[in-house]
C-alpha cells in the first residue's frame, strides 16, 4: 500500500503562482516515477507532469514552460511548482505513484 497526501492548493488570480505537495508513505519506490494529474468538473482527469527515478521530467503541453515537477526522495516528497496560473488550469490536482492516488487538492484560479 502506498499512501498519498497532497497539499498546498488554493486560490489565485491569474498569473500568480503555487506550490503543490505530495508526502509519500508506505511502500515507496524510488526505482518508481511519481506524477500529478488533474480533472476539472465535466472533464476527465488528465495527465499534468511526471518524474522518473533519474530525475527525468515529462509535462503536458498545456502547462509547458510554466509548471515544473521536482522530487526529493530523501523524504518522499513530490513538489509541482505552478507559475502563470491561467483560469483552465482550475482542477482537483491528484499526486500518483505506483497506481496509487492521494485524495487531491483543490486549485482554483480565479479573479
Known amino acids: 500500500q502506498v499512501q498519498l497526501v497532497e497539499s498546498g492548493g488554493g486560490l489565485v488570480e491569474p498569473g500568480g503562482s503555487l506550490r503543490l505537495s505530495c508526502a509519500a508513505s508506505?511502500?515507496?519506490?524510488?526505482?518508481?516515477?511519481m506524477g500529478w494529474h488533474r480533472q476539472s468538473p465535466g472533464n476527465e482527469r488528465e495527465f499534468v507532469a511526471s518524474?522518473?527515478?533519474?530525475?527525468?521530467?515529462n509535462y503536458a503541453d498545456s502547462v509547458k514552460g510554466r509548471f515544473s515537477i521536482s522530487r526529493d526522495n530523501t523524504k518522499n516528497m513530490v513538489y509541482l511548482q505552478m507559475n502563470s496560473l491561467k483560469p483552465e488550469d482550475t482542477a482537483v490536482y491528484y499526486c500518483?505513484?505506483?497506481?496509487?492516488w492521494g485524495q487531491g487538492t483543490q486549485v482554483t484560479v480565479s479573479s
Open positions: 508506505g511502500r515507496i519506490s524510488n526505482l518508481h516515477s
Open positions: 518524474i522518473s527515478s533519474s530525475g527525468t521530467t
Open positions: 500518483i505513484h505506483r497506481g496509487y
